[in-house]
DNA sequence: GTTAGGG
DNA sequence: CCCTAAC
């Protein structure tokens, strides 16, 4: 997984888990600018958006409130909060469990009772399916802009089961701990909480809520210097995954159900190592729009046959689905109850919701509120409130407190025969692929974009209170497409390195880099979690064992536009979005005359329907002439030739070789075999006119 | 991996 | 050129 490779570099950047915020980005900016650590950022924010997810649809109705900036005038009254927050009745805890529980990946909330507790136990060593599915958390947000059409969207029914519980989150950051056990899970509250009431001064929210982001950045300084994030949780050494448990679901929920869908699928084994062009070509393949995804109601395998009957288009391809071999399907999705979702949905990408005025009410708002919103961009639509927002005069120094972000319902289909680990490295890999691109902060003030990085918030006039109701951020995923400049004005001081790493390596490395092509080997970034198996078994086996059933298709990974829509709707991928980031279309390299002459001779030689040897004999030596080009081109010369002069473009190709093509071409149409003896009698008179027979080799454009 | 065609 | 189906 991605994790372990992080893990390997050390987490230097990446103490992730711990907290589910957003924070790396400002942790980021005090650390060392690598592009791991923009991964890695990612990666977080995902995680923290999944967290944010979580605990919204937890806190649900009520939960409005949490979602937003916090601007808090001084740590204590920070703490004040965040005390009071306590008092809900559910909290939720993230944690991430490595040992026991690793099997699933999901998000959990855990009432505070100690009853509840048992039932956690309980439910960490319950199989991860199960665990899958009754809280399958992960939400999408789609990041490439363009990438829209790739992901698959599902529409799936909004859930709104999750309003009915009002949760805090204490833990405010997952924890990492090897033991799967309750222990640690108390440990880690205290530990949290204990950090939140020492951290006053750095107003560290740990106990609200994993997802909120706090910064605290002195309205003067442009430079990043300033902005801390709370990092109790780095305590904890190794995370992979956090799981956040929802004991509510387990104790007594159908509601779960809605949430968690299977699918079946089919994997092969080459999708995950194949040569890389395999691998992009896969990639491809699971991006294109044709794949229609269905989301069924239905929580169990049964319900994904179903489903499997319902897609239609759905990969055509055999290669893709078998679907007796994937015993079962995971779809983890979740949903966000808000109506905003919905819009994000759409191609949005990451739209980011930026500012409300009011706290609690800021959802709703969301919509007009983005005006950083990507166009285009599919995804991850990242939302933004700001909660409270107070001014600090003495300091001068105004904190804020991003609690959440919005994304649009993620899906991941795992087989059932998937590890565990695969099963996470699908996630990572997703999650990987729709942060890979980076992320670029932006700062909305007013419905302004604030696009000067030079400008002191003061300046900015994000300093007084006023204006910290309109204050905003909004999440973009950079993509080629959008390639903010990293030092430009659109990213805020503090969080600006974040982002323009992340810029930067979406830029450096598009193909590869491409979330989706992971599965290659070389990137050093997150997305080769395979490449970095360490510790784990799990990566290991999972490789191995997943490797086989799980395909190149398991990466699928859905985001599914947030939509109320009834369970089977099914909505169709845009291919376009994300090939653009998987795979480079090749560069146009017009056959010059003197190829078509080559190809001309070959084919006089060979016949039609021996390209290969075509284009041994004739084009050897031009590696960017495959077969298939030349097969192509002969296509096009044919009829080239049979059309008129006028009609033609490009570099006029002599009527001579056009002649020659019409005659070879009738020559071997009838000959329709592939006399693969050139020479015998058979040979086409055709053959007469050619001066020589070389290659184009050497020739290279 | 190739071949043949459609896009 | 890309993408696929068929071999």
Redesign the pocket.
């Known amino acids: 997984m991605v994790f372990k490779k992080r893990q390997d570099h050390g987490f230097n950047g990446f103490r992730v888990p711990t907290i589910p915020r957003a924070p790396r980005s400002v942790r980021r900016s005090l650390h060392k600018k690598t592009v791991e650590d923009s991964q890695i950022c990612a990666f977080e924010l995902l995680a923290s958006i999944a967290g944010k997810l979580l605990h919204e649809s937890e806190s649900s109705a009520s939960s409005n409130a949490s979602e937003g900036i916090d601007l808090l005038a001084t740590g204590k009254d920070a703490v004040k909060q965040e005390r009071k927050d306590e008092d809900k009745p559910f909290k939720a805890e993230w944690r991430y469990q490595r040992s026991c529980g690793d099997s699933s990946f999901a998000f959990e909330t855990a009432s505070q009772n100690i009853s509840d507790r048992s039932t956690l136990k309980e439910f960490s060593h319950a199989e991860s399916d199960d665990v899958l599915e009754r809280t399958s958390v992960i939400k999408s947000f789609d990041c490439s802009q363009k990438v829209s059409g790739d992901v698959k969207s599902v529409i799936c029914k909004s859930n709104t089961d999750f309003g009915n519980y009002s949760s805090k989150v204490e833990g405010g950051s997952p924890h990492f701990g090897e033991s799967c056990d309750a222990n640690i899970k108390n440990e880690a509250e205290r530990q949290l909480e204990v950090v939140g009431l020492k951290t006053e001064g750095a107003n560290i929210c740990s106990s609200k809520d994993p997802t909120e982001l706090f910064l605290e950045s002195p309205a003067a300084i442009n430079s990043d210097s300033n902005v801390k994030l709370p990092l109790h949780q780095d305590s904890i050494p190794n995370a992979c995954f956090y799981r956040h448990r929802n004991d509510i679901k387990l104790g007594s929920r159908d509601d779960d159900e809605n949430f968690s869908r299977c699918f079946k699928r089919s994997t092969k084994s080459k999708a995950f190592r ?2 890389p062009h ?1 691998a992009d ?1 896969r990639i ?2 699971l991006l ?1 729009s ?1 794949y229609w995804k269905v989301a069924p109601k239905l929580k169990d395998c049964e319900l994904s046959r179903s489903d499997g009957g319902s897609k239609p288009l759905y990969r ?2 055999k ?1 893709c689905y078998d679907r007796q071999r994937y015993k079962r399907d995971i779809l983890f999705k979740r949903r966000k109850l808000f109506d905003q979702s919905s819009i994000a949905t759409s191609d949005g990408g990451f739209s980011s919701e930026s500012v409300s005025n009011s706290p609690e009410k800021g959802i709703t708002e969301d919509k007009n509120g983005s005006a950083a919103i990507v166009h285009g961009a599919n995804g991850l639509s990242s939302l933004v409130l700001g909660r409270q927002a107070s001014f600090h005069s003495k300091d001068s120094q105004v904190k804020f407190s991003i609690k959440s972000f919005r994304v649009p319902e993620l899906f991941i289909e795992v087989p059932e025969t998937a590890t565990v680990g695969s099963l996470k490295r699908t996630v990572m890999e997703t999650v990987t692929a729709i942060l890979g691109g980076g992320l670029r902060v932006g700062i909305v003030l007013q419905g302004k974009k604030v696009r000067d990085d030079n400008r002191t918030l003061l300046q900015t006039g994000i300093s007084g209170k006023d204006n910290l109701a309109s204050l905003g951020f909004t999440l973009e995923p950079s993509t080629l497409q959008t390639p903010p400049p990293t030092s430009s004005s659109d990213l805020p001081p503090p969080i600006s390195c974040d982002s323009s790493q992340l810029v930067t390596r979406s830029l450096g490395n598009p193909v590869v880099d491409s979330g989706m092509s992971d599965a290659l080997p070389d990137p050093p970034t997150l997305t080769n979690s395979s490449n970095h198996v360490d510790s784990n078994n799990d990566t290991v086996s999972s490789h191995t064992d997943t490797t086989d059933k799980t395909t190149p298709d398991t990466k699928a990974l859905v985001a599914v536009p947030a939509m109320s829509m009834e369970a089977l709707a099914v909505v169709p991928l845009n291919q376009k979005a994300r ?1 653009s980031e998987l ?9 010059s005359v003197s190829e078509v002459e080559a190809l001309v001779q070959a084919v006089e030689e060979l016949g ?6 075509v ?1 041994l004999r004739a084009f050897e030596n031009a590696d ?2 495959t ?3 030349l ?3 002969w ?2 010369l044919v009829h080239t030739a049979k059309i008129s002069p006028q009609q033609r473009r490009g570099e006029p190709v002599p009527q001579e070789l056009l002649d020659r093509v019409l005659a070879a071409h009738a020559y071997w149409s009838e000959h329709q075999a ?1 006399p693969h003896v050139k020479n015998q009698a058979g040979t086409p008179k055709i053959m007469e006119a050619p001066a020589d027979r070389h290659g184009v080799e050497g020739i290279q454009l």
């Open positions: 194949p040569s395999i070509r491809r393949k294109t044709k055509k391809r290669t090939r795979v480079q279309r090749r560069t146009r390299r017009p056959f039609t329907g021996r390209w290969r040897d284009k960017h002439r077969y298939v080009d097969k192509d081109k296509k096009t592939k």
